[in-house]
């Protein structure tokens, strides 16, 4: 009987997980903090594209790029989590060859956009702070839809790009993924092909999605805590430099994470510092986003009590007339 599962599972196609919850002491605390970050990262990312959506005096170019960050955020995360709490709770860890490349390209995709949105956010900033009186020009709706344009382009041709190769390549008996998702390094780890050269171009890629990006996040900031010191006002530095301080705490978490996971070299690597790693990007970072870049400001708090006093004045609208 054992034989005949093993050869079963040896000529399936589909993959199997590893996966987070291996020990059955933590797997169901584990459970439970991933599934509350995850509908939690879900609401904030969805309230927040409500609020940008109806209320008027978040339509500038800043909220207009946090609201594609959020969207981002809501499909990234749903990439992954759902598949591995409904795992979890079924008693099942396996993927099909679909799925995983499907999964694959989403998350290259997605993370990729994220990517090349973050940095250039970060120049919005610099923008708004550094440079006030260009910034509807530097800043208008046509240079914002080429920001989005831009980093939807550069994730999908990151997508289109390696997941084709990535799932290519023949993959051996064994098809456990050391992992609890289908990425690029822990894929590659099962096939039977020398990856050499695909895995110098993944890197090649990875430098410019992230290096790139990075730098331009780093030079915003640094040319905005310059322009904030030089500031007479005493409250509004501790307010910009509190700020920026949380931006580029999520910042550098997000990419510092990314940078790990695809730049370093095998022998610095561990399965289990690659989950812990990838959790940082890939659950935390989502549920962090808005609650960092959005719901701490007084415009988003501001549109969130006239949504609420809206709210409650219809509420008793309705109960009148009743």
Request: glycine share 6%; proline share 4%.
């Amino acid at each position: 009987m054992v034989e005949s599962i093993e050869e079963y599972n040896t000529s399936s196609t589909d993959f199997i997980f590893m996966g987070l919850f291996t020990r059955k002491d933590t797997s169901g605390f584990l459970f439970t903090i991933i599934t509350v970050i995850f509908f939690t990262a879900i609401m904030a990312n969805g309230i927040m594209i409500f609020l940008i959506r109806t209320d008027a005096r978040l339509h500038t170019p800043m909220y207009f790029l946090l609201s594609h960050l959020s969207f981002i955020d809501m499909m990234y995360i749903s990439t992954i989590v759902p598949k591995m709490l409904v795992d979890y709770m079924l008693g099942q860890r396996t993927i099909t060859f679909i799925g995983c490349t499907a999964q694959h390209f989403l998350y290259l995709t997605l993370v990729g956009a994220e990517f090349f949105l973050l940095g250039l956010m970060a120049y919005d900033r610099y923008v708004a702070i550094c440079n006030p009186l260009r910034y509807p020009v530097l800043m208008s709706r046509r240079v914002c839809w080429m920001i989005i344009a831009g980093s939807w382009f550069g994730g999908s041709l990151d997508g289109f790009l390696l997941t084709p190769i990535t799932m290519s390549f023949p993959f051996c008996s064994s098809r456990e993924i050391n992992h609890f998702f289908c990425e690029a390094p822990a894929v590659l780890k099962l096939a039977c092909a020398d990856t050499a050269l695909y895995e110098t171009v993944m890197y090649v890629c990875c430098v410019l999605m992230l290096l790139i990006p990075f730098s331009v996040v780093i030079a915003s900031y640094a040319r905005i805590l310059t322009t904030v010191h030089r500031m007479s006002s005493v409250e509004g530095r501790k307010k910009a430099f509190a700020t920026c301080s949380s931006h580029m705490t999520v910042v550098t978490l997000f990419y510092g994470a990314a940078m790990y996971t695809y730049m370093l070299p095998h022998s610095y690597h561990t399965p289990a510092q690659d989950k812990v790693l990838s959790v940082f990007y890939t659950i935390l970072t989502p549920m962090l986003n808005p609650l960092i870049y959005s719901l701490r400001n007084k415009d988003v708090t501001g549109a969130l009590q006239r949504t609420f006093g809206k709210f409650r004045s219809s509420q008793r609208g309705s109960g009148d007339a009743f």
